[in-house]
């Protein structure tokens, strides 16, 4: 019998953009079963989305495909895989400058369960500059960001609109 892969795609997607959406659609080839996996506890600031939006929104933009669920998640990113009995995880990578952090944190998830295996994606090149932080201050400012987030996320962020208003969170 072959192996059926359960890849756990994990982030703080606040809020999800189409460099994330892209990712997705490349693992959900790979994987048989794709959970996408919001932390609830992150500790990057007041996040602009609230977890029920984030995956309300995700769940929306996903809704086309069929081997990928939306959860969210608190602790450790090895635990949840393994109650979901996932064997691996999927990160993007957009540039040399995502990584150090990157390496880091799959070594450390390597250390806290050696069977649990760290795959790097590279989002289309289009979306290579693409971040949920830029994302965030681009729009509050006036820009145009339709082309780089799912519908669902234009219409969300219209409802956060503040004119001029920093915009607190991070990627
Ligand atoms: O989208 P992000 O913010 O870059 O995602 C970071 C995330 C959620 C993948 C990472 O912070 C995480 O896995 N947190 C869970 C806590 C954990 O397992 N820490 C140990 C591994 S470094």
Redesign the pocket.
Known sequence: MSKRITAIY????DPPTNGHLDVIERAAKIADTLVVAI?RN?A?GTPLFTVDEREEMLREATAGFGNVTVATFD????DFARARRATAVI?GIRAVSDYEYEF??AM??RK?DPDLETLFMMPAEKYTYVSSRLIKGVFQLGGDITELVPPVVVQRLKTKKVIGAAVPG??
Not at 10 to 13: R, S
């Open positions: 994990p982030g703080t997607f932390l992150a990057k602790g450790l990113l090895v990160r880091q944190m450390m998830n806290l991070a990627e």
